[in-house]
């Protein structure tokens, strides 16, 4: 997630991208290495080696903060947070509250850290970023190959062992996490990045659509594969988290409110409230950072108070 483009090395800031239909296109990552429990792809799985970029408002990057807690991996891999708005610079370390300079490679902005690894860079700037203190790289820039290298190679270093990619749902997990990437996860982007109107009415019939789907499965169970925690409920978390205090409004998904649907509802207190995942979440960093960083979106960058819901109230989850 991020706006603007390095060409050459050289920071141009831009707006979102899309296609000639008004279809908003979200940009390949380009940092796809692996980190291994053995070292066998160069990059080993070692307490202390890591650092990792954020920032708390973009769903992609809560994915792998979410990760990080629950598998235990805080005091492994150290952390970096933007602030909340993207400027004329794109992601900043600042002074705000809740952020986190940068205290590996001291750059001011996220930017920096691309053309530290290439001066020449060409492309976007994305949070998270997950970089190698050893080899002074980026190792990877996608959040579900981050929170898959996470759950599943750092065992020997993790303090809580979650399994979360268990094997005997290996393969309904990662259909899981692909059926909602394009509906949901970036549904909510093509909805509000959409220029024209067959573009939106599409992406917000395709989402509700998803979301109406995932209701009637979490009818009669606890989690999206059954009733056991796993890497996709995760990556449908961060989504839900953001609906009704951002998309509903700022991107124009106002079918229903995530609040409208029992079950989703109900999944997503019983997600925050599960131990390790509340303390990652900052919804004030997600309404400034939305409503102050598409000037295309929102041109008065006025932040709304509402809505007010609360999501430590009980839920029946665990009926399951």
Known sequence: ????????????????QEDEKGNFVRPSTTFRNQITADGSSD?????????????????????????????????????????????????????????????????QYLWQVYTKVDPHYSGRVTVPVLWDKQTETIVNNESREIIRMFDTQFEAIATQKADLYPEALREQIDEAIEAIYQPI??????????????????????LFAALDHWDQVLANQRYLCGNVLTEADICMFTTLLRF???????????????????????????????????????????????YKSHPNVNPSRIVPKGPIFDLNQPHDRDRF
Not at 262 to 290: A, M
């Open 1 to 16: 997630m991020g706006l603007g483009v390095l060409k050459d090395g050289k920071w141009i800031s831009e707006r979102e």
């Open 185 to 206: 996860n970036n549904g909510v982007y093509r909805a509000g990045f959409a220029t024209k109107q067959d573009a939106y009415d599409q992406a917000v019939t395709e």
């Open 43 to 107: 990059y080993k799985a070692e307490a202390g080696r890591y650092h990792l970029y954020v920032c708390l408002a973009c769903p992609w990057a809560h994915r792998t903060l979410i990760m990080r807690s629950l598998k235990g991996l805080n005091d492994a891999i150290s952390l970096s947070i933007t602030d909340p708005v993207i400027g004329e610079n794109s992601w900043e370390f600042s002074t705000a509250p809740g952020a986190i300079p940068d205290t590996v490679n001291h750059t």
């Open 244 to 290: 009704d205090s951002v998309y509903y409004v700022h991107f124009k998904c106002n079918l229903r409110h995530i609040w409208d649907y029992p079950n989703l509802w109900g999944f997503l207190r019983d997600l925050y409230q599960h131990p390790g995942v509340s303390e990652t979440c900052n919804l004030d960093h997600i309404k400034q950072h939305y």
